[in-house]
Nanobody, 122 residues
Framework: QVQLVESGGGLVQAGGSLRLSCAAS????????MGWFRQAPGKDREFVAA???????YYGDSVKGRFTISRDNAKNTVYLQMNSLKPEDTAVYYC????????????????WGQGTQVTVSS
């Protein structure tokens, strides 16, 4: 399995921006999909964005046009740039990875980070 560590969470005002980072380590093979999910208290884990393989990106409807996922293979790191943040974006954000999977079902991702808290104030 791939080990993942998120960073970059914090407190921001509505309309502001944050960039989350997810550093990966450990051996991996095949085409690796990296994804971001979020979970607020009492709610299901929600798909945010994914980088399928090398170049393909996919976003959840609630964040399209505001969030951007990117990856730097040389640094083994995936990023989530979050702009125009809203109070409803408040959640713990998790990075996830899976080999040879092109989808957004959280149950299919077997490698997860510990999460980083994002709080958006109104």
């Amino acid at each position: 399995q791939v080990q993942l560590v998120e960073s970059g969470g914090g407190l921001v005002q509505a309309g502001g921006s944050l960039r989350l980072s997810c550093a990966a380590s450990g051996r991996a093979s095949g085409s690796i999909t990296m994804g971001w999910f979020r979970q607020a208290p009492g709610k299901d884990r929600e798909f945010v964005a994914a980088h399928w393989g090398i170049i393909t990106t996919y976003y959840g409807d609630s964040v399209k046009g505001r969030f951007t996922i990117s990856r730097d293979n040389a640094k083994n790191t995936v990023y989530l740039q979050m702009n125009s943040l809203k109070p409803e974006d408040t959640a713990v954000y998790y990075c996830a990875a899976e080999r040879d999977y092109y989808g957004n079902d959280p149950s299919r991702f077997r490698s997860w980070g510990q999460g980083t808290q994002v709080t958006v104030s109104s």
